[in-house]
Structures are given as C-alpha cells and as structure tokens.
C-alpha cells in the first residue's frame, strides 16, 4: 500500500504563487506516474499535471499550462507542484494521486480512474 499526504495549500491573492507538496509513504517502489488534480465546488475532479516515474516527462492542463510546474523527487518520495500566477478560478481542493502500474494508454494519465493511490486534498484558495 501507499500512503499520500499533501501540504502546502492555504488562501493566496490572486497573481501570488504556493507549492504543494505530496509526500508518498508506504510501497513507494511500487509508484509509477504521479499527478495533481483539483475540485471546485460543484464540478468534478479535473487533471491539472502529472508527471512521470523518472520525472523526464509532464503533461499539463491547457488551464495551467505556463503557470504551473510539476516536479519530483524520488530520493524524497515526494511530488510538488508549483503554482504562479494563481487567479481565482485555481480555487479548488488539490489532490495528489500515484498510479500502481504504468500506463499502456496515453489517455490515462487525465483519467482519475487511473490512479490507484489518492490524498486527502488540500484546499486552494485565490481571491480576487
């Protein structure tokens, strides 16, 4: 099993900057792509970025692309994201995810589906 815990979330300015961090414990060898999501009050959960197992390749949601940057560190067990220029539609619960196994689809990766490891979320909040 793994375990994922995220931080760093909080109440920011619209145009401020936060870094999330998921720290993974657990199974941490059994982890492949890790990635963030987020869900606003009344919508479903959507794919921010994820990133890959040995952090050379990320995709972005066309939303945060140039903006926001996803990292890791296996040395640490741990994901980042870091998240410039926040307006007030960033507003959302962040959840950090890690899938199992690795993907044999490249439309996985957007697919909450796909992961079999989650956070508790952490809440962003911009205002305007």
């Known amino acids: 099993q793994v375990q994922l815990v995220e931080s760093g979330g909080g109440l920011v300015p619209a145009g401020g900057s936060l870094r999330l961090s998921c720290a993974a414990s657990?199974?941490?060898?059994?982890?492949?792509?890790m990635a963030w999501f987020r869900q606003a009050p009344g919508k479903e959960r959507e794919f921010v970025a994820s990133?890959?197992?040995?952090?050379?390749?990320?995709y972005y949601a066309d939303s945060v692309k140039g903006r926001f940057t996803i990292t890791r560190d296996n040395a640490k067990n741990t994901a980042y994201l870091q998240m410039n220029s926040l307006k007030p539609e960033d507003t959302a619960v962040y959840y950090c995810?890690?899938?199992?196994?690795?993907?044999?689809?490249?439309?996985?990766?957007?697919?909450?589906?796909?992961?079999?490891?989650w956070g508790q979320g952490t809440q962003v909040t911009v205002s305007s």
């Open positions: 995810a890690a899938a199992g196994t690795p993907f044999l689809n490249t439309r996985s990766k957007y697919l909450p589906s796909s992961y079999a490891y």
């Open positions: 657990g199974r941490t060898s059994s982890i492949y792509t």
């Open positions: 990133i890959s197992q040995s952090g050379c390749t990320t």
